[in-house]
C-alpha cells in the first residue's frame, strides 16, 4: 500500500503497483488520459455491482449519491486550494469552459479573448459565442507560451474596451508551456473582463491554488492527471460569479427549489453550475482517484517528482542530435513536446511504439510528439525513451531498420 511517507524506493514499486496500466508500457500519454488506480477500477465496480443487484433508484442509494458527489467537489477543491461550495461537478473540461463561456450576459459588439494556443475545449464555445451571438473574437498570438513578457505584451495588446471574458489555458496542450495566470488575471480585472482558465494540463501536473490565481473559472478534467475515469470533471466558480445568478444552462441540480410555476431558487453555492444527473461509479471513482493522490501519494511529491522527472526528459531529449524540444524549458508542467529532424511526427511516433512499447501522442499542428511525464514514471523509463528517439533520430524513415509491430494485449493485468 502506498504512504506519503514511505522512502522513494518502496514508494514508486507501490505506486506503480496501484497503477496496473503502468506496466503495459512507457505510459506518457496521461495528458490524455492518466493510468487508473487499481483501488479506483475497484471502488467503481463494487458501485456498478449495486447498481446491478439493487439497482438505483432506492431512495437510499439517491441520497448517497448526494455525499459521493460532495465527496467528489470535497477531493477536487482539496487539490486546487479552494472550499468544495465553490466546486460545481462537470463531465469534463470542456462541459466547464463551456458553462464558464455562456454565464457572461454577452451583447452584440462585446469581445472575448483568447490566445493562439488553446485547445478546442476551450475554442469550441468561443466559436459557438462567436457565430451565434455576434461577439468578436481576438485570438493574442503568444509564440510557444514561453515568453511571459511577449504571453503579457500581447494579452495586453488584446484585452481592449468591451472585453467581457479571457479564456486560456493554465499549461498549454500543443507546447506544454505554463502561462502567467495570476499576473494575465490582474491585467483582466483592472479591464472589467472575467476570466475562465482551462486547468486541463495543469491540475494534478503541478502546484494549483485557484485562489491566489483570482480567477473567476478554472476548468479541471477527472481523466487526465488526477487519474480519474473519464465523463468526470469540474469547475471552479469564484464568488464574483456566484454573486449573479445567470445560467445559460440550467435544470433540476441547480436549484434549491423550483415550482411549476417557474418560480426558482437556484442553489448559492457553485452547484448552480450543475445541470442534471452523473454517473455514480465514475463520480465515486473521480472522489478516489483524487483523494488517493492526495492522501496517500502526496501532492507535494507529486509536483516536486512530476517537475524533476519532465525537466530531465527534456533536458536528455534536447541533447539527442536531430531533436528540437518544443517546449519552453524555464516554463514547464508535466508535458514535453519535440520534433525529430527529417521525419513526420506520425511515423516517427510509430516507430518508437514499436521499439520502446511506449504510450504518447502527436500534436498535428505543431507536427511534433507530446510526451506526459508524470509520478509514476522512472528513470529508467526515461532512459529507455530516449535511446528509442536516438535511433529514430540517427536514421531516416527511408534508413530505419525494418522492426515489426508488437501487438500488445493491453487487458487481463490483473
Ligand atoms: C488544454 C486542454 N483543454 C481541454 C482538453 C479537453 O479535455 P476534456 O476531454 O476534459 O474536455 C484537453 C485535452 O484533451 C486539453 O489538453
Given amino acids: 500500500m502506498v504512504g506519503p511517507f514511505m522512502p522513494d524506493d518502496e514508494k514508486l514499486p507501490a505506486i506503480r503497483e496501484a497503477l496496473p496500466s503502468t506496466a503495459a508500457g512507457i505510459y506518457l500519454n496521461t495528458g490524455t488520459c492518466g493510468p487508473l488506480p487499481r483501488e479506483t477500477a475497484r471502488a467503481m465496480a463494487e ?23 460532495n465527496e467528489a467537489r470535497a477531493a477536487v477543491a482539496a487539490v486546487i486550494g479552494t472550499e468544495p461550495r465553490r466546486m460545481a461537478l462537470t463531465h469534463a473540461t470542456t462541459d466547464g469552459m463551456n458553462v464558464a463561456t455562456w454565464a457572461v450576459d454577452w451583447q452584440a459588439g462585446d469581445r472575448v479573448v483568447t490566445t493562439s494556443l488553446e485547445h478546442s475545449g ?6 459557438a459565442l462567436h457565430n451565434r451571438r455576434g461577439v468578436d473574437l481576438a485570438i493574442a498570438d503568444i509564440g510557444t507560451g514561453g515568453d511571459q513578457a511577449e504571453v ?78 473519464e465523463g468526470t470533471g469540474a469547475l471552479y466558480c469564484a464568488p464574483s460569479v456566484l454573486d449573479r445568478p445567470r445560467l445559460t444552462f440550467a435544470g433540476y441540480a441547480a436549484f434549491e427549489s423550483l415550482d411549476l410555476a417557474a418560480e426558482g ?26 483523494a488517493w493522490l492526495s492522501m496517500y501519494v502526496g501532492l507535494d511529491w507529486i509536483h ?6 519532465a525537466g530531465e ?54 507536427d511534433a510528439i507530446r510526451i506526459s511525464v508524470g509520478f509514476y514514471n522512472t528513470d529508467h523509463e526515461l532512459g529507455r525513451f530516449r535511446d528509442g ?3 529514430v533520430a540517427a536514421h531516416t524513415p527511408e534508413t530505419i531498420p525494418h522492426r515489426p509491430a508488437i501487438q500488445v494485449l493491453r487487458g487481463g493485468v490483473e
Avoid: N
Avoid at 304 to 309: K, P
Fill in 265 to 290: 431558487k437556484v442553489w448559492p453555492d457553485a452547484r448552480r453550475f450543475e445541470i442534471a444527473g452523473y454517473h455514480q461509479p465514475s463520480v465515486l471513482g473521480f472522489a478516489r482517484s483524487t
Fill in 122 to 127: 476551450a475554442l469550441g464555445p468561443l466559436w
Fill in 47 to 69: 458501485l456498478e455491482g449495486i447498481e446491478l443487484r439493487t439497482g438505483r433508484a432506492d431512495m437510499a442509494y439517491w441520497k448517497d449519491s448526494a455525499e459521493r458527489m
Fill in 389 to 391: 528517439v536516438a535511433l
Fill in 152 to 229: 503579457l505584451a500581447a494579452l495586453d495588446r488584446a484585452i481592449a474596451p468591451k472585453t467581457r471574458l479571457v479564456v486560456l489555458s493554465h499549461v498549454t496542450w500543443a507546447t506544454g508551456a505554463r502561462l502567467p495566470i495570476a499576473e494575465i488575471v490582474e491585467l483582466a480585472h483592472s479591464r472589467g473582463a472575467l476570466v475562465a482558465v482551462d486547468g486541463a494540463q495543469a491540475v494534478g501536473a503541478i502546484p494549483v491554488s485557484v485562489e491566489e490565481l483570482g480567477t473567476d473559472f478554472y476548468a479541471v478534467p477527472g481523466q487526465k492527471w488526477l487519474l480519474g475515469p
Fill in 304 to 309: 516536486e517528482r512530476t517537475a524533476r522527472l
Fill in 313 to 366: 526528459a527534456a533536458a536528455i531529449l534536447a541533447e539527442v542530435p536531430g531533436v528540437e524540444v518544443v517546449t519552453p524549458r524555464d516554463r514547464m508542467a508535466g508535458l514535453v513536446t519535440f520534433r525529430i529532424a527529417g521525419w513526420k511526427a506520425g511515423p516517427a511516433l510509430g516507430e518508437l511504439s514499436k521499439r520502446t512499447l511506449c504510450i504518447a501522442r502527436t500534436i498535428p499542428p505543431l
